[in-house]
């Protein structure tokens, strides 16, 4: 992702509070919206060591998340994020494996019909 100059735009942002520690952090996310927004907090609230986690969109007109986690504990915000995002993954490579199976089989099965 390029920005006018021709400069490479980061499409994450990490936003601490000065002074605060590594369990309260908010994350910025570019070009992204409630789509990958309410499927990661859904996500990452699965996991018993995160207190608060919660995301808005900036203005309906820019494509920009801000994603805050908050953790029990000493436990670094980034770890959950990251893991929520893995776990994430892997959940829409099941879905994607499982629709790419049905419709083979789906294909197959119509083939058969029409012989």
């Known amino acids: 992702m390029a920005t006018e100059e021709g400069e490479k735009k980061h499409a994450l942002e990490v936003v601490q509070a000065e002074g605060s520690d590594d369990s309260c952090v908010t994350f910025v996310l570019h ?3 409630h789509t990958l927004g ?12 995160v207190e608060f986690c919660g995301y808005s969109n900036t203005h309906p007109s820019e494509t920009k998340v801000n994603f805050r986690i908050q953790t029990r504990g000493e436990l670094p915000a980034v770890e959950p994020f990251r893991k929520g995002l893995n776990d994430l993954s892997g959940v829409c490579q099941h879905v994607l494996n499982t ?5 083979k089989t789906y294909k197959e099965q119509k083939e058969e019909a029409m012989d």
């Open 31 to 33: 070009d992204e919206d």
């Open 38 to 49: 309410n499927s990661l907090r859904y996500m990452i609230m699965k996991n018993p060591e």
């Open 99 to 103: 629709f790419e199976t049905s419709m």
